[in-house]
């Protein structure tokens, strides 16, 4: 007995327990942990590098929660020390909606149709902006690169193109700044988004209908991008550094003819446009500079020199970063900086940006938070010879390097560049070196950009929160386009030099106020109410200049002939009032109603401000008693909206985008030597906004314990009002003036499925697909437009759109449909090229507009991604499929090389083995032909023949990554540790015959547009 006694002090003694508490997904630390002894009131959490301890008695046990984790329960037993880890929760991850204004909602109650998209899935991808890190990750959104070059520009389509001349940009707002998201550079392709390091982006949400995006009024007819960055968290202060570094190739080059088999082709060409052959081949000869006596084993003997691949490199990307993350409950703060490089996998084109971002929140006392968000950024862009967006220039590599005659040297012996201008260029139609023009012409911007904001939260009563914000949008664009007076395109004028300076101003405040109340336990209602000022200024100067003494000198002062100075000033001011009410009724139902009013410069006397209203609702089935605690059908909410929002991107981007309502007049004008003015615009004080009228019913759904969740989402979305440039008689002293005289509308339907397909211990498997299905149509022109004489009897506009390109527009069609002559193949008892007439006839001489029909549009039918992730211990596999269907688009760039000789360019083989050579061939190539006519006929190039399915799968993304187990990192002091490889755009699955279906078209098709690369990249990250 006494024994026993003695015993029970020893048995009642408390054992002190500790360890670390990670994440399932990718064995990170979780900090701010629940650790919990049952039954107890003693507990701890997780420090920053998610470590605990505490003292419990033996054979207790310890319960683990977190936000968005399963909550976990562990016996204790005797151990001292226990690590955990903790599943996520289905049905909680990801459960809050940021929708603007500093505001958040559970996604429960959320009523609108939206796609978040975290900042993990996009972090290391080696791209220049975020938006191109999006492509096939949400449902209704369409990302397309302009090119594949470094930090360019990207389009972002949100459920279709609802205007026809106006903007359909969606507005992104980054913390709270709403951004002036216009590129200005004239001489690189580039992206104001590029600004932020991906990596220092915690969610993107994105606002698709109008219950969702209308708090946002005039600029959110398009959608609205709603980016938050990371932000510190109260702890041990955190150091991360993150370092990756890899090669950026081309996809692919094109197999174009060599040497002999070009002088055949061209001869043949020549023959078979009747000249006769000994003549034929002299004249090929000539033109190579050869001797026009070479016999056939001295032309056998001539190289090939391959121009493309000099031309097309192997890129090098570098990303160096270091971040502190850190705080306590009264103020925490996030730090960053990083240097990114990356050059293209074309000769002299690439991309240099450093970055400083920070964040600090700051509690002032119990009812006042300050919260301040800067981001600053370098960027130095290179881009490429002729324009940023691509095009026919022939000193462009991206263009010409697959078209030159392969008999044509680089370089001389000495190793000096062969064909320059001094000594008579190069043979053929090029006639320059493009490899000397590449490397000696300096083409660059320097951009500077500041992005701030700062705003206090005040809480004077319970529920009630106001918060004043002002922001600052500053960016600084230098550019230069250095032409070499040793190049082609300034030899004459012994050089040229072209400058620019761009400063755009884009400055925002506003205040909101924002209330939230319980009554009666199952009755929620919330109010925000606010006011908003916007002023966006631009101001630019550019000169163009002449002969400089030697090409070192490469400033103005240096050259001796100016030949322009330009400059000026545009802007806009805009203010609004909004609010929107918000009403939940037992967790089951809600409703919520939107209201903005909105007044803006740009708009006519008679119609400057705009009225942006919206309703939704949602009922949460699965709370319902009859569906509640069922095992099958977990989750189950129907939403439905109904409103309107507009688009205030009006007049093209290159014109007189702020005043196409104002009567204007142009200075710069001369008479008779004094300075003058010149009515330059018919002023339309009626002008008013874009209207976009939006219908979106959708689903929400989850099964089995949620291992598979998802939406459906159909919507109507229709743009009013749309502006339009309408034809004035010569007499009136004008050509067009602006009106609202469009209509047009995309209907669509979205998938989005996630699933977690197997998770037994420590092996998971999870999927995530999104389909977007989408039809796109004009539904109203101009009154009074004469239909053509054709069976279509199509009512058409010619129009320039917001890029400045110029268009054709067709009611009832899709816009950037393709409108055209039907190729209908080759004659095989002639080889020549054949079309359709309107009847359906064959003819070699098709009629415009009588012959004319709609051949499919550059817009996509279905467009979507497939994303898979495969995690074993601290092992993962990510692996993402992007595919964009039914685009169909003229192929302007294998367009030269599928002349087949026509002209002195080199020929495609693909082209070339499918040639019509004798009559019976059965082919879709003709028989090439100098000139690339017939006689009585049109271009063989004519019509559909170059339109081509534009279709691709790609994998866009596939990542094997590791996290390193503590007791290693532990050795280097890391709380964390990750080594990474991963590669982009490694596969493609396409019918497109030219470098890559993935390009914007700017007025040129694919013309010298540089093609995205393939990326292989590896890196490791580190946590202290």
Known sequence: MLTLLFCLPVLAQDITVSGRVTSSDDGSALPGVSVQVKGTTRGTTTDASGNYRLSAPANSRLVFSYIGFLSQEVAMGSRTSLNVQLQNNAQELGEVVVTGYGGTINRREFTGASSKVTGTAIQNLPVGSFDKALAGRAAGVQITSANGVPGG?????????????????????????????????SFTSSNPLAFLNPNDIESIEILKDAAAASIYGSQAANGVVLVTTKRGKSGKTQVSLNYYTGVDEPIKRLDVLNTQEWIA??????????????????????????????????????????????????????????????????????????????????????????????????????????????????????????????GSFLGSSAFSSSLMLPSVPIYNPDGTFFGTPALGGTPGILNQNIIQVSTLN??????????????????????????????????????????????????????????????????????????????????????????????????????????????????????????SIGGGWTGYSKASVFGNVKYNYGRKYDVSVIARLDGSSRFGANNRFGFFPSVSGAWLVSEEDFLKGNRVLNELKFRASYGTTGNDQIGSLFGLANFPSLGLVSAGFDYNGAAGFAPSQLGNPDLKWETNVTTNLGMDFGFFGNRLTGSVDVFDRTSRDVLLGVN?????????????????????????????????????????????????????????????????????????????????????????????????????????????????????????????R????????????????????????????????????????????????????????????????????????PRPINGNAETRGISSLGGSRTLEDASYLRLKQITLSYDVPGTIGRKIAASKARVYVQAQNLLTWTNWTSYDPEFLNFGSGNSGVVPNSRSITAGINLTF
């Open 265 to 390: 082709l061209r001869t043949q060409a020549r023959i078979n446009a009747g000249q006769a052959a000994d003549v034929a081949r002299a004249t090929v000869l000539s033109t190579l500079r050869q001797p026009t006596t070479l016999t056939d084993a001295e032309v056998a003997a001539l190289p090939t020199y391959d121009w493309q691949k000099e031309a097309y490199r192997n890129g090098r990307t570098n990303n160096y970063e270091l971040s502190l993350n850190g705080g306590n409950e009264k103020t925490k703060f996030f730090v960053s900086g990083s240097y990114y490089t990356q050059s293209a996998n074309v000769i002299n084109v690439g991309f240099k940006r450093g970055t400083l971002n920070t964040t600090l929140t700051h509690a002032i006392n119990s009812k006042l938070t300050l919260e301040q968000t800067l981001k600053m950024s370098a960027i130095q862009a290179r881009g490429q010879q002729g324009s940023p967006n691509g």
């Open 442 to 563: 300096d083409i660059t911007s320097n951009i500077n950009q500041f992005v701030g904001g700062l705003s206090l939260n005040y809480k004077p009563i319970e529920g009630l929160n106001i918060r004043p914000f002002v922001s600052l949008d500053y960016r600084a664009i230098k550019g230069r386009y250095f032409t070499d007076p040793r190049t082609a395109d300034a030899f004459v004028v012994r050089g040229r030099l072209q400058d620019q300076f761009n400063q755009n101003i884009n400055f925002l405040t506003n205040i909101t106020a924002n209330y939230n109340k319980t009554f009666g336990g199952r009755h929620d209602v919330s109010a925000l109410l606010g006011a908003e000022y916007r002023s966006d200024r631009n101001e630019f100067t550019n000169s163009n200049i002449t002969n400089v003494p030697t090409p070192d000198f490469r400033y103005g002062s240096a050259a001796a002939l100016p030949q």
């Open 728 to 852: 004035l008689p010569f007499t009136s002293g004008f050509t067009a003036i602006s009106r609202n005289s469009g209509s047009v509308q995309n209907r669509g339907l979205e998938i989005e499925l996630n699933t977690v397909n197997v998770q037994s211990g420590d092996f998971k498997w999870k999927s995530s697909f999104n389909i977007t299905f989408i039809r796109n149509k004009v539904v109203k022109l101009i009154d009074g437009i004469t239909p053509l004489a054709n069976p279509d009897s199509a009512i058409t506009i010619n129009y320039n759109d917001f890029y400045g390109v110029a268009r054709t527009a067709i009611q009832g069609r899709p816009l950037l449909a393709n409108y055209t002559t039907e190729y209908a193949g080759v004659n095989p008892a002639n080889g020549r090229p054949m079309f359709y007439d309107f009847a359906g006839n064959i003819t070699y001489t098709p009629v415009t507009p009588r012959d004319l």
């Open 153 to 185: 520009a990207i389009q972002v389509r949100i459920r279709g193109i609802g205007s026809i001349s106006a903007g359909s940009d969606p507005l992104y707002v980054v913390d709270g700044v709403q951004l002036n998201s216009t590129n200005n550079s």
């Open 854 to 925: 709609y051949l499919g549009s550059e817009q996509p039918l279905f467009y979507g991604g497939f994303q898979n992730s495969i995690s074993y211990k601290g092992l993962t596999l990510d692996a993402l499929f992007q595919y964009d269907y039914g685009r169909r688009s003229f192929n302007n760039q294998t367009s030269f090389l599928a002349e087949l000789a026509g002209r002195d360019f080199n020929a495609i083989r693909s082209v070339y083995d499918r040639r019509w050579q004798q009559p019976g061939d059965i082919t879709d190539v």
